[in-house]
């Protein structure tokens, strides 16, 4: 049975402060509204210092922040009330993702962690993604499932894309463009919000919505998209 941790780590609050502070190319969002958690004086010690000496400071400020205590007693009421919520679909979300993509679930445990900043990152090699204390169950639980299709779809086809020829910004707009898919009837029992994606990708996502009604084949899709809109 594949199972998710519900957890808060400093070092990957801190870690996903420093990710999204460092990277402005949000696909269309704007990157100041991103990290308006972050004083400026912090975001500009961010950016002169590489990434492991800016996560050391972030987990200082973190720290001495008096907002933390009251914070972190948000995020323990809020763990096993998020761990609730998905026991209802979770299972139901991981079965219907198997037979989206026609591939098992590839690892058994997830790690979900929670961030005080607003965006929720998610680390491939690890195995686990954020979701933000500021968002509501709902929010949170369309995240999960947004970051699970996210690690499912690599683990499975990212070197598929790679030897296809694929640039890792292709790859990483087909990722973000396939979570479409969560609005699809597939899902209509799990999500009570719809998954917006980012501006930049409206146009492939309008695409491969269009694409996906025909046959709903995935590996179909992902060629018949590699072929016809991102290469030719």
Same mark, same amino acid.
Request: aromatic fraction near 14%.
């Given at each position: 049975?594949?199972?998710?941790?519900?957890?808060?780590?400093?070092?990957?609050?801190?870690?996903?402060?420093?990710?999204?502070?460092?990277?402005?190319?949000?696909?269309?969002?704007?990157?100041?509204?991103?990290?308006?958690?972050? &004083?400026?004086?912090?975001?500009?010690?961010?950016?002169?210092?590489?990434? /492991?000496?800016?996560?050391?400071?972030?987990?200082?400020?973190?720290?001495?922040? &008096?907002?933390?205590?009251?914070?972190?007693?948000?995020?323990?009421?809020?763990?096993?009330?998020? =761990?609730?919520?998905?026991?209802?679909?979770?299972?139901?979300?991981?079965?219907?993702?198997?037979?989206?993509?026609?591939?098992?679930?590839?690892?058994?445990?997830?790690?979900?962690?929670?961030?005080?900043?607003?965006?929720?990152?998610?680390? /491939?090699?690890?195995?686990?993604?954020?979701?933000?204390?500021?968002?509501?169950?709902?929010?949170?639980?369309?995240?999960?499932?947004?970051?699970?299709?996210?690690?499912?779809?690599?683990?499975?086809?990212?070197?598929?894309?790679?030897?296809?020829?694929?640039?890792?910004? =292709?790859?990483?707009?087909?990722? /973000?463009?396939?979570?479409?898919?969560?609005?699809?009837?597939?899902?209509?029992?799990?999500?009570?919000? /719809?998954?917006?994606?980012? &501006?930049?990708?409206?146009?492939?996502?309008?695409?491969?919505?269009?694409?996906? =009604?025909?046959?709903?084949?995935?590996?179909?899709?992902?060629?018949?998209?590699?072929?016809?809109?991102?290469?030719?």
């Amino acid at each position: 049975m594949n199972k998710i941790k519900f957890d808060y780590n400093l070092d990957k609050d801190a870690w996903s402060w420093v990710l999204i502070a460092k990277d402005k190319e949000l696909w269309g969002l704007d990157w100041e509204n991103e990290v308006a958690h972050i &004083p400026t004086i912090l975001l500009n010690k961010i950016s002169e210092s590489n990434h /492991e000496t800016a996560q050391d400071i972030v987990v200082s400020y973190i720290k001495d922040n &008096p907002k933390t205590e009251y914070k972190n007693e948000i995020i323990k009421i809020q763990i096993p009330a998020l =761990q609730s919520a998905w026991e209802i679909i979770g299972n139901k979300y991981f079965k219907n993702l198997e037979n989206l993509i026609q591939k098992p679930i590839y690892t058994e445990d997830f790690g979900c962690f929670f961030t005080s900043g607003f965006m929720c990152p998610y680390n /491939e090699k690890g195995n686990w993604f954020m979701v933000s204390m500021w968002h509501s169950l709902p929010q949170q639980i369309a995240t999960i499932c947004h970051e699970l299709m996210h690690l499912q779809f690599l683990h499975y086809y990212k070197k598929y894309l790679e030897d296809k020829g694929l640039s890792d910004n =292709q790859i990483e707009d087909l990722k /973000e463009s396939l979570t479409f898919l969560l609005n699809e009837p597939e899902f209509k029992e799990i999500m009570l919000i /719809e998954d917006n994606g980012y &501006p930049e990708h409206e146009k492939l996502r309008d695409y491969l919505q269009n694409v996906w =009604q025909k046959d709903k084949k995935f590996e179909k899709l992902l060629d018949q998209t590699i072929e016809k809109y991102i290469i030719g």
